[in-house]
């Protein structure tokens, strides 16, 4: 019961604060804040490693993990309280230190925001303090008084029990008033913080421009012939979402602003107007996570609507030396882009639409980077409000401060999407089909490969540019057993896709992606 109580104040604690804090930033409530902290300091074998788990699941795994741990820890500081009343309330308020600890160090989160866990951690040691009363009535520990008193059988004993018995009902009374009481705070602050965003209709009332430069006409045969490989353009909704930001940064339009600064002649700011004003152009993008595994679905193909990031930097113009240019989120991420990347034809964009529509607010509203060639740790940062102009040697980005390199051109890479692992199907014509990368350098082959066969060249489906996937096709005449489906590719300067196997730290996942099938 004592346990119990434990976990029931602890819920008070997150409650109160989730209340409280739809006055503050979403991201200074307790969960959000550890949360992200716990991100910051994910070792790289681990974010791999929750990534490969639990894919773009990864954040409702953290939350769980989350609140399983809060839950064990709840209920020793609830025994201990029990026993020890001060060291129960030493123990409170050292949680509460250590969440207000993770609020504060939040990039972009001021000292007010503090506010809604302290309330909360006060309010979760008064339901403590009101559950351990009835549960002191009980005493005393550790024996179970109400089988001692059934025991006794006397006038004495059955006083006892009744009075135990009391001390009960009242304990569960107040436990399961307060228990409902916190559901009902928590789902009340959710509701008010997203009543009180307005980046949602803000975005829906926003209209786009059309681009002064209209994306390539797509050719006709881009899709492949195979049923069950992925739409060569992803839709917004399918689109694979990987960052670090446990609650998305709500940025209103109109205090949108990029500073561009560091190695410059002349510093630059863009507003939001300033974007929309601009001459923008329109192109068909993969991106791709340096994590996506062999085979992995963290890959999508886009329209993205932009302003050549070359043009901004023409205007700041570079001063001899600079290398790089670390972008920078609103919510401190942070991602090193080599400068000659940003300043050749392969248009890397600061982009406002994708696939027709202004950014969804999780993949970066309202502005991001798109970098045809790179992965997205070193050039795809979303919410993205700074350009600092620097050197490799000067600064270092997010991810590569934690172990990931520090520059990220993607791997020629193909996927075998049809059949699925571990399909079973009869004997006879078979279809094989996916897709494959190789973006800025493109894709000019890809060969399936049967168990230790030969190796074939499949289909290919029309390429719309160098920097989109490009999807592929192949009959196969299947017969019975186990088999193993591998495919490569071969980029536009002749390479062949690598056989060697490497993990997706530090510079991403090599090797042939290969896929298991029951013929019978
Ligand atoms: N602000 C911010 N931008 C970010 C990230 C992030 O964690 N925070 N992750 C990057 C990574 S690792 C990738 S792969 C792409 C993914 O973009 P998407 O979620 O739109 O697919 O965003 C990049 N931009
Ligand atoms: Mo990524």
Redesign the pocket.
Same mark, same amino acid.
């Given at each position: 019961m004592a346990a119990l109580a434990g976990v029931v104040s602890a819920g008070v604690v997150l409650a109160i604060a989730e209340l409280i804090g739809a006055f503050f930033t979403a991201r200074a409530t307790p969960l959000f804040a550890l949360g992200s902290t716990f991100i910051d300091f994910t070792p790289p074998p681990l974010k791999d490693f929750a990534i490969a788990t639990f894919g773009t699941n990864d954040k409702a795994a953290l939350f769980v993990g989350m609140g399983l741990t809060i839950a064990v820890l709840a209920c020793v500081l609830g025994i201990v309280a029990y026993r020890k009343w001060a060291l129960g309330v030493l123990g409170v308020l050292f949680m509460g230190a250590v969440i207000v600890a993770c609020v504060l160090t939040r990039a972009g989160v001021g000292p007010l925001n503090a506010i809604p866990s302290i309330v909360g951690t006060i309010a979760g040691l008064l339901v403590l303090r009101r559950l351990m009363v009835p549960l002191w009535g009980l005493k005393p520990w550790p024996e179970a008084p109400a089988d001692r008193a059934a025991d006794a059988g006397d006038h004495l004993g059955s006083a006892v029990a009744a009075s135990v018995g009391t001390s009960r009902r009242r304990f569960f009374a107040a436990a399961g008033i307060t228990a409902v009481a916190a559901g009902i705070a928590a789902t009340g602050g959710r509701l008010l913080s997203a009543a009180r965003s307005n980046v949602a209709q803000a975005r829906d009332a926003l209209r786009l421009p059309s681009p002064a430069k209209a994306a390539a006409p797509v050719p006709a045969g881009v899709q492949s012939p195979v049923e069950g490989v992925f739409p060569w353009l992803t839709p917004n909704s399918d689109?694979?979402?990987?960052?670090?930001?446990l609650s998305v940064p709500e940025i209103n339009v109109n205090d949108w602003e990029l500073r561009v600064h560091g190695m410059v002649e002349q510093e630059v700011t863009l507003n939001f107007q300033d974007l929309l004003d601009a001459d923008l152009i329109e192109s068909h993008v993969t991106?791709t996570?340096?994590s996506n595994p062999v085979g992995g679905k963290l890959a %999508?193909n886009a329209k993205w609507l932009g302003l050549p990031i070359r043009e901004v930097l023409a205007k700041a113009k570079p001063k001899e030396g600079a290398d790089m240019v670390l972008s920078k989120?609103i919510?401190g991420?942070s991602?090193s882009t080599p400068l000659e990347v940003l300043q050749d034809d392969r248009d890397a964009m600061l982009a406002i639409g994708m696939n027709g529509e202004p950014l969804p607010v999780e993949? %970066?509203y309202p502005v991001r980077m798109v970098v045809p060639g790179l992965? %997205?740790?070193v050039s795809?940062?979303?919410?993205v409000v700074e350009l600092e102009v620097t050197r490799f040697a000067d600064a270092k980005a997010y991810w590569t401060e934690r172990g990931w390199s520090e520059r990220g051109p993607i791997k020629t890479m193909a996927r075998v999407d049809v059949p699925k692992s571990f399909a079973k199907f009869p004997p006879g014509k078979v279809a094989v089909g996916g897709t494959a990368w190789a973006q800025t350098r493109g894709i000019t082959k890809v060969e399936v490969q049967i168990d230790d066969g030969e190796w074939a060249e499949a289909t290919l489906s029309d390429e719309a540019s160098t920097i989109t996937w490009r999807q592929w096709s192949y009959e196969w005449d299947a017969t019975p057993g186990i088999h193993y489906v591998k495919a490569r590719a071969t980029d536009g300067t002749g390479e062949v896709q690598t056989e060697k196997r490497a993990d997706p730290v530090p510079d991403g996942a090599s090797g042939w992606p290969s896929v298991m099938v029951t013929v019978e």
């Open positions: 689109f694979y979402r990987i960052d670090t930001a991106l996570c340096v %999508g989120s919510d991420f991602a993949h %970066g992965y %997205g740790f795809a940062t979303k919410w």
